[in-house]
Each structure stands twice: as structure tokens, then as C-alpha cells.
């Protein structure tokens, strides 16, 4: 670790712990995820994933539902998958990693949010616990973004991780049900995908 340079009138341990969390983060760059690139490329990696999804908040601010607070939302999205340092990525449509990654992100929460000083630890736990949640308009919203982008790059894809998978249109229009519950207008979007991409052979017939 570089040696501590601290100006004066400054909180030594408190700036340590945000320097802390800050390079623990840095570890989410190397968090492969199954979603390709939308040029498929490569595989993306879990720190881009929430980059473009903080992105595209601010981009389909419109959509969001009444209520909704974009920067609560963006924050929230950053945040997000954090947890998946520890936990790694799992994939939607895997149900044996899915049946453990409750319990896998909650000790992650646990260890890496309290790197930050106490009171951003418990802003950045209490955002991270109300998207898991999704009871709010703000979770909501966050969770209709993530889940339309690995779709938008599934059919940039021809198919990508669908395909690749075996995963059916079944499957998928599951996930837009949870779309729809946060954005009326996104939702509708994401079953027009959908169906776009069963006439276009996209998914597993399986």
C-alpha cells in the first residue's frame, strides 16, 4: 500500500477505511459475467455491467415510475453488485447457484460494505438490502434496468447466453414480468424484444 499522505484537519482512520472499500472495489473488474459484450466480443466483466446500468438510469430517467428518485437509483446500481467480489456472478437461469446466492451475497454484504466508515456502510447495506428487496418504486426501477440489459445484449447477440444455455422464451418472459414492475414502458419494450427474438430462432426450443 502507498504510504499515508494526510492533510491536516482530516479523519486519518476514516479516510483509510474509504481508501479501503475503494480498492477492495476494484476487485469487481475481474468478475467475468456470461453476458457478452453487445458486439460480442468478450464476455463483460461485473464493474461495466453496473457502470452502463448507472448509465442507463440516468438515460431512461422517463420511465421511471411515479415517486422514483433517479440518483437513489443510481447509487443503488453502482452498489449493486459489489457483493459478487466474494459471491462471484450468478446466472439468472442457473438454479442450483441460485438456490445458495442468497446466503453467498448477504456474507459478502456483511464483510464489504463495513470496510467504509460506519456511516456510509450502513447507506451503502440499506440501498444494496432495498434492491434485493424490490418493494420500492426506487428498487424497482434499478432491478427493471438490470434485468433489460443482459436481453438487449442477448439479441445483439443472436441469441448469446439464450442460446448458449438452453434458455426458453418461457424462461425470459419470467424476467419480464419483473421489467414491467418497474417500468411500465420498458416492460413493454422488453416483450416486444422477446417476441422479436422467438421469430428470429434466439431461443432454446428445448
Same mark, same amino acid.
Given at each position: 500500500?502507498?504510504?499515508?499522505?494526510?492533510?491536516?484537519?482530516?479523519?486519518?482512520?476514516?479516510?483509510?477505511?474509504?481508501?479501503?472499500?475503494?480498492?477492495?472495489?476494484?476487485?469487481?473488474?475481474?468478475?467475468?459475467?456470461?453476458?457478452?459484450?453487445?458486439?460480442?466480443?468478450?464476455?463483460?466483466?461485473?464493474?461495466?455491467?453496473?457502470?452502463?446500468?448507472?448509465?442507463?438510469?440516468?438515460?431512461?430517467?422517463?420511465?421511471?415510475?411515479?415517486?422514483?428518485?433517479?440518483?437513489?437509483?443510481?447509487?443503488?446500481?453502482?452498489?449493486?453488485?459489489?457483493?459478487?467480489?466474494?459471491?462471484?456472478?450468478?446466472?439468472?437461469?442457473?438454479?442450483?447457484?441460485?438456490?445458495? +446466492? #442468497?446466503? /453467498?451475497? =448477504? *456474507?459478502?454484504? !456483511?464483510?464489504?460494505? %463495513?470496510?467504509?466508515?460506519? @456511516? +456510509? #456502510?450502513? /447507506?451503502? =447495506? *440499506?440501498?444494496? !438490502?432495498?434492491?434485493? %428487496?424490490?418493494?420500492?418504486? @426506487?428498487?424497482?426501477?434499478?432491478?427493471?434496468?438490470?434485468?433489460?440489459?443482459?436481453?438487449?445484449?442477448?439479441?445483439?447477440?443472436?441469441?448469446?447466453?439464450?442460446?448458449?444455455?438452453?434458455?426458453?422464451?418461457?424462461?425470459?418472459?419470467?424476467?419480464?414480468?419483473?421489467?414491467?414492475?418497474?417500468?411500465?414502458?420498458?416492460?413493454?419494450?422488453?416483450?416486444?424484444?422477446?417476441?422479436?427474438?422467438?421469430?428470429?430462432?434466439?431461443?432454446?426450443?428445448?
Amino acid at each position: 500500500e502507498p504510504a499515508p499522505v494526510f492533510a491536516s484537519g482530516v479523519d486519518h482512520e476514516r479516510l483509510t477505511s474509504q481508501l479501503r472499500f475503494f480498492l477492495e472495489t476494484d476487485k469487481l473488474k475481474r468478475i467475468l459475467r456470461r453476458n457478452m459484450l453487445v458486439d460480442g466480443a468478450r464476455r463483460e466483466n461485473a464493474a461495466e455491467h453496473s457502470w452502463h446500468l448507472a448509465l442507463a438510469a440516468r438515460v431512461f430517467a422517463e420511465y421511471a415510475p411515479e415517486g422514483a428518485d433517479v440518483d437513489r437509483v443510481v447509487e443503488m446500481l453502482v452498489l449493486h453488485d459489489i457483493v459478487e467480489i466474494d459471491a462471484g456472478d450468478t446466472f439468472l437461469y442457473d438454479s442450483d447457484g441460485q438456490s445458495t +446466492q #442468497a446466503e /453467498r451475497e =448477504r *456474507a459478502a454484504a !456483511d464483510r464489504i460494505f %463495513a470496510l467504509l466508515p460506519e @456511516d +456510509q #456502510a450502513g /447507506r451503502a =447495506r *440499506a440501498l444494496w !438490502d432495498e434492491f434485493e %428487496a424490490r418493494r420500492t418504486p @426506487d428498487a424497482r426501477f434499478a432491478k427493471a434496468i438490470d434485468r433489460l440489459a443482459p436481453m438487449l445484449a442477448n439479441w445483439h447477440t443472436e441469441g448469446g447466453t439464450w442460446l448458449r444455455h438452453g434458455v426458453t422464451r418461457a424462461q425470459v418472459m419470467d424476467k419480464v414480468k419483473i421489467i414491467a414492475e418497474g417500468s411500465e414502458a420498458l416492460g413493454a419494450y422488453a416483450s416486444a424484444l422477446v417476441e422479436d427474438a422467438d421469430r428470429r430462432g434466439y431461443f432454446s426450443r428445448g
